[in-house]
């Protein structure tokens, strides 16, 4: 059974940092793609960044030069390290984690709230 544990979301002021965990379990082989996206109230969720098992990245461009996807194959655990944060940051943020057979699972979600 493949479990998705995130943590670190909270209240930040702009300007300021945090760094989000999301510790994945229940794949033999571990993951392939992992990433994190976000939900804001009345939005779609849509991509923040995501990684390659090899560890090739892609970045939504409004973050692009402020959040760092990095991830920890032995432990299965990505990171998604947020500096500059902005008001429009706000949102739930999704972990969200590929099996080697090629399903994706996702997280229950972290709140990230950042005020002006």
């Known amino acids: 059974q493949v479990q998705l544990v995130e943590s670190g979301g909270g209240l930040v002021q702009a300007g300021g940092s945090l760094r989000l965990s999301c510790a994945a379990s229940?794949?033999?082989?571990?993951?392939?793609?992992m990433g994190w996206y976000r939900q804001a109230p009345g939005k779609q969720r849509e991509l923040v960044a995501a990684?390659?098992?090899?560890?090739?990245?892609n970045y939504a461009d409004s973050v692009k030069g402020r959040f760092t996807i990095s991830r920890d194959n032995a432990k299965n655990t990505v990171y998604l390290q947020m500096n500059s944060l902005k008001p429009e940051d706000t949102a739930v943020y999704y972990c969200?984690?590929?099996?080697?057979?090629?399903?994706?699972?996702w997280g229950q979600g972290t709140q990230v709230t950042v005020s002006s």
């Open positions: 969200k984690a590929v099996a080697h057979w090629e399903a994706a699972y």
């Open positions: 990684i390659t098992r090899g560890g090739s990245t």
């Open positions: 229940g794949s033999t082989f571990g993951f392939n793609d």
